[in-house]
């Protein structure tokens, strides 16, 4: 009984390192959060490193370029329960929380037609955290997911008028989640909270490396037209579980499960997730005084149909969980206006579907598409630049409508509010 509930634990590491769907983020700079995102025919600043690295090549006139910011994610979701668990007429409210995704990047220019860029992203970095009481405990309490990308870039002016960039992804990501234990008590036959396993990952040790490669074209009349595409990567995880004792308040309940669950143990297993590749085309038109761009995203959400657990130690409780997620897209629409040589207003609109099945929903992640509605202001001067951005997310309405693989039924009511600033310097 006592390994049995060291390996029910560990197997929590499973479902809390499949949060990459819901926790991806797109905040690469805060003047393209004002546009929606909707900037990989545009790429005209260090952010193109993320969305467009070609459009590297045509910044080679400004200089060396610095630039780094955060987004401020505020967050807010609402359970609602339904029958049969946790019941209708139960409702909970996720903690307040903020979640700081930083940007950073360096652009040299190497000669009139190849530039060098080095940037420094959290393409994935959220987490939910729930009252310590909540009727999903059992499944979490709270979890926070970190990634970060280290990515050199080189970008080459083929002609005039097209640009081809390309570079390297070395991702580093850690997850951390904590959850009760429910046993049986023998006593009076129901359900009792009996601890609480801490779950979390190394970091420089749960890494993977992939790579991106963009194209921007010219076409005249003030179009431009630009395409990337950022590969899979796969990043290989070792998670550890250490536990803690709950006092029952009946002194022969404690000493069972004193004996039973492994308080004084950290529980390892491997695992590895594909994190999705991402593909982006976009069309954008400009002239002295505006740019409005258009862009569609497919993120390869379908390569994450299972997770593959490992113990080691215990080869006899390896576990292939089914995830089953679908491929999903985004649609981003982004305009900047630039009132004069030193102010520039930018808005936008974005809609972002979800992979995540509805089976799948529970207080780890309950995701749904999404429509972000986005602002952005611009203080420009010769020698540095300032950007600020907002958004504010509404997410659907969406329930597991009895599909819950575990057996946690009801409907979740989100939204976010987004602000940052980004700072730039040009020598």
């Known amino acids: 009984m006592r390994k049995m509930f060291a390996v029910a634990a560990a197997l929590v590491l499973a479902p809390s390192l499949a949060l990459g769907a819901g926790f991806a983020l797109f905040e690469a700079g805060n003047r393209g959060l004002g546009m929606a995102g909707a900037f990989t025919a545009v790429a005209d600043d260090p952010s193109a490193m993320y969305w467009n690295s070609a459009g590297l090549a045509f910044q080679n006139d400004k200089g060396v370029q610095i630039m780094g910011g955060v987004t401020l994610i505020a ?20 903690e307040s929380q903020v979640f700081s995704p930083i940007h950073g990047y360096v652009v040299i220019p190497l000669g009139d037609r190849t530039t060098f860029g080095f940037s420094v992203l959290t393409p994935f970095g959220l987490g939910t955290w729930w009252p310590d009481d909540h009727a999903g405990r059992f499944i979490s309490k ?6 970060f990308d280290f990515s050199p870039n080189l970008a080459f002016k083929l002609s005039e008028n097209f640009a081809f960039g390309i570079g390297l992804d070395y991702r580093v990501s850690t997850i951390d989640l904590t959850r009760s234990l429910p046993l049986v008590d023998p006593f009076q036959q ?82 590895k ?55 999903s897209s985004d649609y981003r ?86 602000a940052g600033a980004t700072l730039t310097f040009y020598f």
């Open 273 to 327: 997730i594909e994190f999705p590749d991402y593909v982006t085309v976009g069309l954008s038109w400009s002239n002295e005084k505006f740019t409005i761009s258009g862009q569609w995203g497919r993120m390869g959400w379908s390569s994450f149909q299972e997770l593959e657990l490992t113990f080691p130690n215990d080869p006899e409780f390896n576990e292939v969980i089914p995830e089953n997620y679908e491929d």
């Open 142 to 147: 709270r979890v926070d997911l970190y990634a």
């Open 333 to 418: 629409l982004g305009m900047e206006f630039r009132a004069s040589e030193k102010i520039a207003i930018q808005a936008g609109a974005v809609y972002d579907e979800t992979p995540q099945p509805m089976s799948s929903m529970t207080p780890l992640l309950g995701d749904a598409d999404r429509v972000g509605y986005n602002l952005g202001l611009s203080w420009i001067h010769r020698s540095w630049r300032l950007d600020l951005g907002g958004e504010y997310l509404t997410v659907d309405d969406r329930g597991t409508e009895g599909t819950s693989e575990s057996g946690y039924e009801g409907w979740y009511e989100s939204s976010a509010i987004l």
């Open 190 to 271: 129901q359900i009792s909270e009996v601890g609480q396993v801490h779950i979390y990952t190394d970091g420089m040790g749960n890494d993977g490396w992939g790579w991106h490669a963009g194209l921007l074209g010219k076409l005249g009349s003030g179009f431009q037209v630009g395409i990337n595409y950022r590969s899979g990567i796969t990043v290989d995880y070792e998670g550890y579980a250490e536990f803690s004792q709950f006092s029952t308040g009946n002194p022969e309940l404690d000493a069972i499960v004193a004996a039973t669950i492994p308080f004084d143990e950290t529980i390892s297993g491997v695992t």
């Open 75 to 94: 967050p807010e979701q609402t359970f609602y329960g339904e029958d049969p668990y946790p019941g209708v007429g139960y409702s909970v409210e996720q």
